[in-house]
């Protein structure tokens, strides 16, 4: 079956405490992403990759680091957690066919609480 | 940048009945893809249909349908026979064409479904 996964689904942690998001997809697709979501703001990118060691920031990078050095993963990296970094975090993946761009592909979401 | 407005933070709608979820957008491009993504409690994201700005001809997806207006930059969502299911938070998102595939988001209208 054809998907993107994430894990953990929910994570609690503290302040300052380094943790890694992980996000892997099934289907061979160049890019991925990563988006936040918060209450009343609708979904915002944090990085991108558009394919294997091709990495870029997009609007909220701050707090983030992420990875690509395998096309199936896309790990989000919090250096040292802040509690602004509470949130439900979108890994997603796609490609384009020569004919467009396809569509985005979401996981299931991390719920993520830093106390 | 892009910035994508849904002006309705909350409808409600009768089962069976037709709703239509308005947003607008504003772009400077020419090429670009307009989607609507359904959230349901379960948090996941889900496509329920697309639109190439090139294309005239308005998407339609079974029961959704899209209203796509270029000159106004509007791209309303319409639910006919509305189900139980459709409840759900959706969201209108802009993608620029050959880009970095990043799509930007509105923030959001909860859709209520009544019975």
């Known amino acids: 079956e054809a998907q993107v996964t994430q894990n953990p689904r929910y994570l609690i942690t503290v302040t300052g405490k380094k943790l890694t998001v992980t996000c892997s997809q099934n289907m061979n697709h160049e890019y991925m992403s990563w988006y936040r979501q918060d209450p009343g703001l609708g979904l915002r990118q944090i990085y991108y990759?558009?394919?294997?060691?091709?990495?870029d920031k997009g609007d909220v990078p701050e707090g983030y680091k992420v990875s690509r050095k395998e096309k199936r993963n896309f790990p989000l990296i919090l250096e040292s957690p802040s509690p602004n970094q509470t949130s439900l975090y979108f890994c997603?993946?796609?490609?384009?066919?020569?004919?467009?761009?396809?569509?985005?592909?979401f996981g299931p979401g991390t719920r993520l609480l830093v106390l | 940048a892009q910035t994508v407005t849904q002006s309705q933070p909350e409808m409600s709608v009768q089962e069976a009945e037709t709703v239509t979820l308005s947003c607008t957008y504003d772009t400077s491009e020419n090429n670009y893809y307009l989607f609507w993504y359904k959230q349901p409690p379960s948090r996941q994201m889900i496509l329920v249909i697309r639109?190439?700005?090139?294309?005239?001809q308005n998407a339609t997806e079974n029961r959704f349908s899209v209203n796509f207006q270029k000159a106004a930059k509007s791209f309303s969502l319409k639910i006919s026979d509305s189900q139980l299911g459709d409840t759900a938070m959706y969201f209108c998102a802009f993608m620029k064409g050959g880009s970095n595939y990043k799509l930007t988001f509105g923030k959001g209208t909860l859709l209520t479904v009544n019975p």
């Open positions: 639109q190439e700005a090139y294309k005239q």
């Open positions: 990759s558009m394919n294997v060691e091709v990495t």
């Open positions: 997603a993946s796609s490609f384009s066919s020569g004919a467009g761009i396809e569509t985005q592909y």
